[in-house]
C-alpha cells in the first residue's frame, strides 16, 4: 500500500513532516455491520471476476497449445506441409478469421461487473475522517485502560471473540494520525512499536526511514534531545543523504553545543525544553484520574456500612395497579445520589424493535449547548443516536408508560426516547444532564423546565469497558442487557445535584446499545412535590 503523500514545514529550525489534521469522527457498530456486509458482496464479485479471467485464460492457453503443435510441424516442412490443400485452406481462415477471435477475446474486459459493483458499493465506503476516527477510539482505549502499545497492537484484549493483530504499516498509520494532532506521546509511541515489529523481522511495505523520521521528531518535541539525536543517526545510517535529518541533526549539534556553553546541566536543559515544548500527552485533571479508574474497575469501595444500606426487593410502583399482582425487581447501585437499577425491564423482543426503529435514522450524537439552547454534536460525545417518539410505535409508547407506572413522574412533558450506539471507542465524556444555574436557556426551546431525572436502558451485553461512571463519588454502573438504571438529576428543591456528573466509559470490546429517556420539572409539580431546604 502506498504511503499518503507527505508534505514538510519548518519548526523550532527544524524541517518536520506535516500534513493535514481531520476532525473526529465515529461510526457505531450498527454502520460497521453493514459496511461488514458489503465487503463480503465485493469479495464475492472479486471472485466472480477472477473465475471469469480463469476461463478466459484457460480458453487462450487451450487455443495456444493446439497452434503450437500446429506450427512445430508446419515449420518443419513449410512447402509439403502446405501442399495439402486442406491445411492450405486452414491457414487462410486461421489468419483471416480465428486470430481476429483470439484478438477479441484477448481484448475483453472482465472486469466490467466488478468494476460495477465498485462503484455502486463505493458512495457507502467510509473516508478519510472515519478512519482518523477509528485511529483516535484506539488512542482513547489505549489512555483510559492502561493499555501498552504491544497489547494492543498483538490483540491482547479480554473478552475478544475474533483476535486481530496490528501491521507495522497499522501501528506507523496510527502514529501518523497522532502526529497530525500534534500528540507527540502518542506518536512516539506508535512510531516505536512500528519499528518494533520491523526489527523483529516482520515484511511490511513500512518504511524505517519514515517512522524514524517522525519518531525523531516526536521525541525531540518532548523534550528528549539526545534519544532525538540517536534516531536522527539511525535514520541517516539507513539513508546517508537524507536531506532533512542531516539538517536536523546540525540542529541538534548545534542546540547541544549552546547548551554546554552556558554549562547547562543535562537535567536542566531537559527541564527547560519541557517547559518550551508543548506536549499533547492526556490532560490528567483530577476528574479524568477518577473517570478512567473507575472505567477499568478500580473506583471507590464503599464502606461496609454503607453497604448494608443498599438491597434488592420487589417494586409495584408505589401502588402502581399495573404491578400490584407483578411487581419488577429492584436494586440499589449507590446510596448518594440513589441510583437504582431495574431488572428484566425490557424484553429482547422490545429492545430489537427499538433497535431496528433507531437504525435507519443514527446519526453522530448530539448535547445541548449551554448558550443556544440548541442540539449540536460535541468532541466528548463520541457515539450514534436517534429519536424516537410513542407514536411511531406500540413498543415506543409501552416503553414510555412503563417508565411512567414505575417512576411515577409524568412522562408527556418528557424528552422522546434516545436510542444510542456506541463502537469500540465510543463514550461521553464526564457531563451532567441537567442545565446548571449559568444555563438558564439551555430547554428552553423545549419549555418544559429543568432535566429532574434519567432513565437509562441497557440493551446489550459489553464484553470489555462501557461502564457508566459517576467520578464525583466513585460509583460504577456495568452495562447488563434488559436493565435499567433511574437517578433524580436534580434535588425536590429544583436544585441541580451535583453528584449525579456522570459519563460512558469507551467501548473496549464488543457494541454498546442503550437507550434513555429524560424527564423534566413540568407536570411533576404534584408527583414530586417542592421542599423548603435546597438539598432535599
Not at 502499545?149 to 496490528?166: A, E, I, Q, W
Amino acid at each position: 500500500m502506498a504511503f499518503n503523500k507527505i508534505w514538510y514545514t519548518v519548526a523550532f529550525g527544524l524541517l518536520l513532516p506535516f500534513s493535514y489534521a481531520h476532525t473526529d469522527f465515529f461510526t457505531s457498530i450498527g454502520h460497521m455491520t453493514d459496511l461488514i456486509n458489503t465487503e463480503k458482496d465485493l469479495v464475492v464479485s472479486l471472485k466472480d471476476y477472477i473465475k471469469a479471467e480463469e476461463s478466459k485464460l484457460e480458453q487462450i492457453k487451450k487455443w495456444a497449445e493446439k497452434l503450437d503443435q500446429l506450427t512445430d510441424t508446419a515449420t518443419k516442412d513449410p512447402e509439403g506441409f502446405l501442399g495439402h490443400p486442406v491445411n492450405a485452406f486452414k491457414l487462410m481462415k486461421r489468419l483471416n478469421t480465428e486470430w481476429g477471435e483470439l484478438e477479441s477475446l484477448v481484448l475483453k474486459d472482465m472486469s466490467d461487473g466488478f468494476i460495477s459493483n465498485m462503484t455502486i458499493q463505493r458512495q457507502f465506503f467510509p473516508n478519510d475522517e472515519d478512519q482518523t476516527g477509528a485511529a483516535k477510539a484506539l488512542l482513547r482505549l489505549q489512555d483510559t485502560y492502561n493499555l501498552d502499545t504491544d497489547t494492543l497492537s498483538r490483540g491482547n484484549l479480554p473478552g475478544v471473540k475474533h483476535k486481530s493483530f496490528l501491521t507495522a504499516e497499522d501501528c506507523f498509520e496510527l502514529g501518523k494520525i497522532a502526529y497530525t494532532e500534534a500528540d507527540y506521546y502518542h506518536t512516539e509511541l506508535w512510531m516505536e512499536q512500528a519499528l518494533k515489529q520491523l526489527d523483529e523481522g516482520e515484511v511490511s511495505s513500512a518504511d524505517k526511514v519514515y517512522i524514524l523520521d517522525y519518531l525523531s521528531y516526536a521525541v525531540y518535541q518532548q523534550g528528549d534531545l539526545g534519544k532525538a539525536m540517536t534516531l536522527t543517526k539511525r535514520l541517516l545510517e539507513l539513508d546517508p543523504e537524507h536531506q532533512r535529518a542531516n539538517g536536523n541533526m546540525k540542529y541538534f549539534e548545534y542546540i547541544m553545543a549552546k547548551e554546554k556553553e552556558a554549562n547547562k546541566s543535562s537535567t536542566d536543559s531537559e527541564d527547560q525544553m519541557e517547559k518550551e515544548t508543548e506536549v499533547k500527552k492526556k490532560d490528567y485533571l483530577p476528574e479524568r484520574r477518577k473517570y478512567e479508574m473507575l472505567c477499568r474497575g478500580e473506583g471507590l469501595k464503599m464502606t461496609p456500612r454503607r453497604q448494608k444500606r443498599l438491597f434488592c426487593r420487589y417494586y409495584d410502583g408505589n401502588r402502581n395497579p399495573r404491578y400490584i399482582l407483578g411487581p419488577v425487581k429492584q436494586e440499589d447501585e449507590w446510596d448518594k445520589p440513589r441510583i437504582v437499577r431495574f431488572l428484566d425491564i425490557i424484553s429482547d423482543e422490545e429492545i430489537e424493535t427499538v433497535k431496528e426503529l433507531a437504525k435507519p435514522r443514527l446519526s453522530r450524537a448530539t448535547v445541548h449547548d449551554p448558550e443556544t439552547g440548541k442540539l449540536t454534536t460535541a468532541h466528548y460525545r463520541v457515539s450514534k443516536s436517534a429519536w424516537l417518539s410513542g407514536y411511531e410505535s406500540p413498543v415506543v409508547s409501552r416503553i414510555n408508560t412503563r417508565i411512567q407506572d414505575l417512576t411515577g413522574l409524568d412522562v408527556s412533558t418528557a424528552e422522546e426516547l434516545q436510542v444510542a450506539n456506541y463502537g469500540v471507542g465510543g463514550q461521553y465524556e464526564p457531563h451532567f444532564d441537567f442545565a446548571r444555574a449559568n444555563e438558564p436557556d439551555a430547554f428552553k426551546e423545549l419549555g418544559t423546565g429543568n432535566r429532574i431525572a434519567t432513565w437509562l436502558f441497557y440493551m446489550s451485553d459489553v464484553s470489555a469497558g462501557g461502564a457508566t461512571v459517576f467520578p464525583e463519588v466513585g460509583a460504577s454502573v456495568w452495562p447488563k442487557k434488559g436493565t435499567a438504571v433511574f437517578w433524580y438529576n436534580l434535588f425536590p428543591s429544583g436544585e441541580g445535584d451535583y453528584s449525579t456528573r456522570h459519563a460512558a466509559c469507551p467501548v473496549l470490546v464488543g457494541n454498546k446499545w442503550v437507550s434513555n429517556k429524560w424527564l423534566h420539572e413540568r407536570g411533576q409539580e404534584f408527583r414530586r412535590p417542592c421542599t423548603l431546604s435546597e438539598l432535599e
